[in-house]
């Protein structure tokens, strides 16, 4: 009996300890409009964990306003009451044993036409949204100010950067595309958007990597993925017209001058641009290689490849500006996009045309190591370069039907460089003694012709998720090329006779590549798919390069065999696979490979000799996503590619356009495979405005193709030959953390950011001694590691500003010669402030802090300050006309520089750069959207 009585009061005393661990409340209230008190149905009433702002209960109000949850524990809570265009009401709330039923009484709501400027509760907006891979931007919760840019609102993002030449990098990577709604708007060139587009504009900033074509069909992931933003345009945006002029003149006879006009009428966009000026402005988007530059050497993961097109063995000019040198740009283009016949049919078309010349001096130190020592050179190089280029391009989609879509891009650039390089070099033996000295002068003039055309038919079945797709490319490139190379070569070592080459070269490259695709995917279960493939590409190119001495009358005639090469490539590639795709619940992944069996026809013109050579090439991949929720994500992936030897560096030809540093190719080379594996994961907190980027990336190669130099100690002539590596694997690897979050009580954006990244490579090295020497595998590593943090904030109609501070640590080191190992410190800084004054004065400042500390081989720092600032005043009531007075590089402390490692080679450069100078600018922005002169308020 008392074992019984003791066991109830056992029971009883647990029940009720159970009863209050697992006590439930209610909460209920009422939401009223605070001007006409209003009771407001169908409210948005949500309670959120505070920790983590994650979904507990939600309801909307009933007819009467009120509303009523129940079954909510102990614990600490978030309320969220929204309403359309009323302010978002927040208020925190504990839940515990003292209360049962938490009452919030009137909950009022203010209308946002009585906010008009002062918004209660702005910092507590969804500022961002995830939704699955992409990252949704609400342009609502960030200050607007009158006239100012898309990028401008860029700049106040959580994770995302924007530098000075308006280059974007997001979650550590960078952006290589810019959309508005959807569609490419002027291409190539994403500037165009983000420093054209008016802030006010924009309804939603989209960020995510965006598939290929036929992946964003199907559904299934092909691997190949663009960091991509997208610009959604309000409704009442859509029609009108605006735009901006840009004129500016100062000392030193700097000047800048651009004119944008858009017009956008329905489902029409109609753009004119034209940017020129020599002050760095020169309207290159930062992704923009094909705009200006010659064609490069391309290679698929199917493992076909063709000739480089430009300069290739003369130093060519690629048309990129990146702060060295004095520019001089003019540039201008038209874009024209359309929808019609109900959505079924697009059009989207550019037109760009441009001309770009840079000149300027360039002083280099470098150490080589050897294994006999070390070798010292200096060089001093004056460079003038120009390049005139056009570019057409369209894009044409129909939907034949519900079912059934074509899509067809065709593309035609035209392209002229010269360039003229100088040089005079020294180099020097460990001890100081002069080895040789070379005066050498390269000009060349390139012709470039570019066409490319595809086609994408894509076809749904029946069944839900079987698809069909086909996709068809061909490709013509043509380059010629004509130059001169002159080089006076001095040795000072006993019997070594000096050198003088007078050359006339002419390259003649031509490349067609048709290549075709079929995919059908099929659904096998509601959760599982696959998708498999077959693919032709025929390949057919020609390289014919020419060196010709000059005869005793002064006539290059004289063809130099030794230098020059004809050479064709036939390629056949079949390549089939199938991918797996596995999508249920909060999971997807896949898993797959791809194969590809390559046939080789090179033919050595000059020698006579065929070489027929075969490869089968396999590309696995995997990946795997999990989102944990709305607001936070957690990616795998996993590529595997097998890469061919360039037809640089196998074509046999000895390339002698630095006589002391000839290159020579080996058409024995086989392909390597990378295998690649990265992860990412995002997160994101609504109401404490708190945001996570964690990415890491690593790699690795097996039968690498590394570089096997041959050095003569005695003149330091090296010669150059790409081999494959065996026994050794070299890697890489990096590590991105960012993570930044609003503290409250100041209002202000405080971010930490950590990045590692590491490399090991590896090349052959022989230092020839009276013609001897051994063969010694260097191994070479840099490291680099970096930390800071970074703060902001935006006063409306104040001020804002924003800084980045932080320490560089990098490491180089290679295990021939450990004595001239290069490690050092650095600092980097970077900070901005824009103050708005009584009167409609703004005041603009932004400096820029380089510190690298002295290392082994380089034994002074190098440290510069680049401060600018600008006083502007806005004029009229819409303050679309600006004057600004501005001084570039107040310090006078612009100088170029730059310091790296690779394969025992120590590398530090400076170079010519703008520095200080006034500039008087007037600009005016124009608007008349949605049927009205915008204003602001």
Known sequence: MKRLLLSMCLLFSFGTCLKAQTQQHSIKGRTIDTASTTLLSGTSVAILNAKDSTLVKFTRTSENGTFELNGIKNGKFILLASYPKYADFVEHFTLDSTTQVKDFGKINLTGMAKLLADVIIKGNRAAMKIKGDTVEFDPKAFNIEPNSKVEDLLKQFPGIQVDKDGKITAQGKTVQKVLVDGEEFFGDDPTLVTKNLRADMVESVQLYDKASDQASFTGIDDGEKTKTINVKLKEDKKNGYFGKAQGGYGTDDYYTGQLMLNKFWGKKKFSAYGIFGNNGTVGLGWDDRDKYSGSAMTMSDDGYMYFSSGGDDFDSYDGQYNGEGLPVARTGGLHFDSKWNKDKESLNTNYKIGSIRVSGDRNTISQNNQTAGVINNVSDQYNNNDMFRQKLDATYEIKLDTTLTLKVSVDGTLKESNTFNRYNTESRNGAGSLINSTDRKLENNVKDQVFNATALLTKRLKKKGRTLSLSLSESINKSDTEGYLNSDNKFYATGRPDSLINQYKVNQITNSTFRSNLAYTEPITASLSVIVNYGLSLMNGQSDRKSFNQSVNGVYNILDTEFSNDYELDQIINQGGAVFNYKKGKSIATLGSKFSGVNFKQFDVYNNRSYTRNFVNYMPQASYQYRFSQQKSLRFNYNGNTNQPTLEQIQPIRVNTDPLNITLGNPELRPSFRSSISANYNSYKVISD???????????????????????????????????????????????????????????????????????????????????????????????????????????????????????????????????????????????????????????????????????????????????????????????LKASLAVNDILNQNVGFDRSASNGNITQSSYTTIQRYFLFSLIWDFSKMGGGLQTKK
């Open 690 to 880: 708190q945001s996570i980027w964690l990415s890491a990336y690593y790699s690795f190669t097996a039968n690498p193709i590394v570089s096997d130099v041959v050095t003569e100690t005695s003149t330091a002539k090296s010669t150059y030959k790409s081999v494959n590596l065996s026994n050794e694997i070299p890697s890489n690897f990096s590590f991105n953390g960012q993570t930044s979050r609003k503290i409250k009580g100041i209002d202000m954006n405080v971010g930490i950011n950590g990045y590692v990244y590491g490399n090991t490579s590896y090349n052959y090295i022989t230092s020839l001694v009276n013609g001897v020497g051994n063969r010694v595998l260097n191994n070479t590593k840099n490291y680099t590691y970096q930390g800071g943090v970074n703060i902001s904030k935006y006063k409306e109609k104040k001020y804002n500003f924003y800084g980045r501070f932080g320490p560089t640590y990098n490491v180089a080191r290679a295990s021939v010669n450990t004595s001239s190992n290069s490690d050092g410190w650095g600092w980097d800084g970077y900070g901005r402030i824009e103050v708005q004054l009584p009167g409609k004065f703004e005041v603009y400042t932004d400096g820029q802090y380089e510190f690298k500390g002295a290392t082994q081989t380089f034994n002074q720092d190098f440290s510069r300050f680049l401060w600018n600032a600008s006083v502007s005043k806005k004029f009229f009531k819409s303050q679309n």
